[in-house]
């Protein structure tokens, strides 16, 4: 066990630091729900869900995305001090 | 109602999470492979994600159905299990009591009683901290099978068994630190995959203004109805919430449960494990958006019968209040939603029971099996010994899962044992810390007496055995009043015997209590540190916030 952190979460040595596995499900999910949500607006049939004409899906998978980018970047400027 | 029909996109999803944290498991291994790396995750990490890991550790799906479902039985006082009922707690262990815990380098909070009490001490607490992990963790399996049969039709052992095996391989591999990370995935799983169901339930009730506005008085407050067990949805006075949540279960959980500390300890230095649990308390603090925010809409629809929402029936007839949130789920989200939701579900269950798992195999290994079995055992065997307890722990759990089926009366004693077992410990644990005269066999007899108040106390109010006016102020306590009061009660017993044995014994010596007791521990130098680095200063944040909810929803 000799790679220590830096402070920020970040193990410098060896070791992906947990963000990363964050920044990947939330990645991952978000543009499966975003793909999902792109795929209804087209076909113009709405979920039969309450609320689903807002479609969800789309709106909710981008927010996901951009959580995912959020958290990527402040993982690699952390990581780079 | 019909279940929940998952759609192909819905299981991709699950699958998905599935592979995403045992491919964690097998990844960590590698860093696991020593008796602190094991166990205390390397002693490696910062105080954010130590916070989330603490704050996760507790946020099982238990929690969410349960206080979702509370909401709307309760209405805003659910939130005082989130507020007053943790924050002071959190804010108390990071600023005056994680400098024992985390300087003494011990391995548990039972390591703590044993350099600082005695061994027969330590073991007492061992052995019901085992004991009560294990069940916990076996109602905690029961309890995901349960939901998952109701509202997904899935078969009772295949759940079970599926959850029990992948818990298993991913600790027994990465210890403590695989259920850091699985933890920390999970926090933000439940937060992208549950947030969405207050929102929009929010939108289709016309927001949380309108949805407070309809809510009964009873209902509405946090403490201007608390003056009398009859004027409020929970039947409890402002008293019982102080004395019984807000100090001593509370603080009996928060400070001295091992399932959550373990987390502190397994910070990097001191100042990060000082703020652990201050950091986790912002997040505690927000988390009654979920949770009371998709209760309150889940009472706004049953309050309106166009709205069609209805819950669940329970075994006895009475509404499931379980059930709301779920039912919300399918309420509101198309398919890929629903397998996220489902998802976030899971991560809550799965990390719940390896949160149980992980306190339980270091208990076990440090506290008992070296302590008791092999006492010059090795590093490596220690491990060893670490990951077959995980494998060991995790059968234990489905056993217990199996028995809580055949008797779902298990759950009720379940729920009582955290006030076997924390509420005196935590006189144990002050006196220990902020006492110097307070003696090994003070201690002892002292946590054996509150144990045995809290039990006598739970069978005799569950019975009938004696008028329960004089133990909570009330002819007709709800079952919360009398947890909260039998809590009560045990501490005190526990805090006075400990101080009246300890008068009439010996204590230790000052040299013998260095770096265990107020006053006898030099503080350590962190270097200098701008303030609004320190613990204080954020705890002083967290102290106003916490204030300006209550005053809010007075």
């Known amino acids: 066990m000799s790679n220590n952190v830096d402070g920020s979460g970040h193990p410098p040595a060896k070791m992906i630091s947990i963000w990363f596995f964050v920044s990947l499900v939330l990645g991952v999910y978000g543009l499966i729900v975003t793909a999902l949500g792109v795929q209804t607006a087209m076909s113009g049939e709405m979920p039969k869900v309450v609320l689903g004409e807002t479609n969800p899906c789309l709106w909710w998978g981008l927010v996901m995305v951009s959580a ?11 990581g780079r001090r | 109602m019909t ?19 045992l491919g964690i498991g097998f990844y960590l291994k590698r860093f696991a492979d020593t008796g602190e790396g094991f166990f205390l995750a390397g002693r490696r990490n910062s105080a954010w994600v130590a916070g989330l890991a603490f704050l996760s550790a507790n946020l099982g799906a238990l929690e969410l159905l349960g206080w979702t479902g509370g909401t709307v039985k309760y209405g805003m006082f659910a939130a005082h299990f989130y507020w007053i009922g943790a924050i002071p707690a959190m804010l108390f262990l990071g600023l005056f009591m994680m400098p024992f815990y985390y300087s003494s380098r011990i391995h548990s909070v039972p390591g703590y009683l044993k350099v600082r009490f005695d061994e027969r001490t330590r073991l007492l607490n061992a052995f019901s901290f085992a004991v009560m992990t294990v069940l916990m963790s076996g109602v905690n399996l029961y309890a ?5 049969k109701t509202f997904l039709g899935w078969d009772w052992d295949v759940c079970m068994w599926v959850s029990a095996v992948t818990v298993a391989c991913y600790v027994t591999l990465g210890g403590l630190l695989s259920a850091i990370f699985t933890e920390i995935v999970q926090f933000f799983l439940i937060w992208f995959g549950l947030f969405l169901v207050a929102i929009l339930g929010f ?10 506005a309809r809510l009964p008085q009873a209902m509405s407050h946090l403490w201007s109805t608390s003056g009398a067990p009859e004027s409020n949805a929970m039947e409890v006075t402002a008293s019982g919430i102080i004395l019984g949540l807000g100090f001593v279960l509370s603080f009996g959980y928060w400070t001295t449960d091992f399932l959550v500390v373990q987390r502190a300890f397994s910070s990097k230095d001191l100042r990060s494990a000082r703020l652990t649990p201050i950091l986790a308390s912002f997040f505690k603090m927000v988390l009654p958006i979920i949770v009371i925010g998709a209760g309150l809409v889940a009472y706004r629809l049953l309050g309106d019968p166009a709205s069609g929402f209805a819950l669940l029936k329970n075994s006895q007839g009475g509404p499931d209040y379980n059930s709301a949130l779920p039912l919300l789920i399918q309420r509101y989200y198309p398919a890929g939603l629903i397998g996220l939701g489902v998802t976030a579900l899971l991560a809550g269950f799965m990390a719940g029971q390896a949160g149980n798992v992980t306190a339980f195999n270091t208990v076990w290994t440090y506290d008992i099996y070296r302590s008791i079995i092999k006492k010059d055992a090795s590093d490596a065997h220690l491990v060893w010994v670490g990951r077959v307890t995980t494998i060991v722990g995790i059968l234990l759990s489905v056993v217990t899962a199996y028995i809580t089926m055949q008797f779902e009366t298990i759950m009720d004693y379940v729920q009582a044992i955290f006030s076997w077992v924390n509420a005196p410990l935590f006189a144990t644990m002050l006196l220990g810390m902020f006492w110097k005269r307070c003696t090994s066999p003070g201690a002892f007899w002292g946590l054996l007496a509150g144990m045995l108040t809290s039990f006598v106390l739970f069978l005799g109010l569950k019975y009938g055995w004696f008028d329960p006016y004089p133990i909570t102020f009330s002819h007709a306590p709800s079952d919360m009043a009398k947890n909260l009061w039998q809590a009560w009660w045990a501490w005190v017993v526990c805090f006075g015997v400990t101080v009246g044995v300890s008068l009439a014994t010996v204590p230790k010596s000052d040299e013998e209590l260095k770096g265990l007791v107020s006053g006898l521990t030099p503080r350590e130098d962190a270097g200098h540190v701008p303030f609004y680095s320190t613990p204080a200063f954020w705890a002083a944040v967290a102290l106003v916030l916490l204030v300006a909810v209550n005053v809010y929803f007075w």
């Open chain 1, 68 to 78: 995912s980018v959020v958290l990527f970047i402040l993982d690699r400027v952390a």
């Open chain 2, 3 to 21: 279940t929940i029909v998952l759609t192909h996109i819905d299981w991709v999803v699950i699958a998905l999470y599935f592979a995403f944290i």
């Open chain 2, 144 to 148: 995901m099978a349960l939901v998952l």
């Open chain 2, 203 to 212: 939108m289709e009730t016309g927001g949380p203004g309108e949805v407070l």
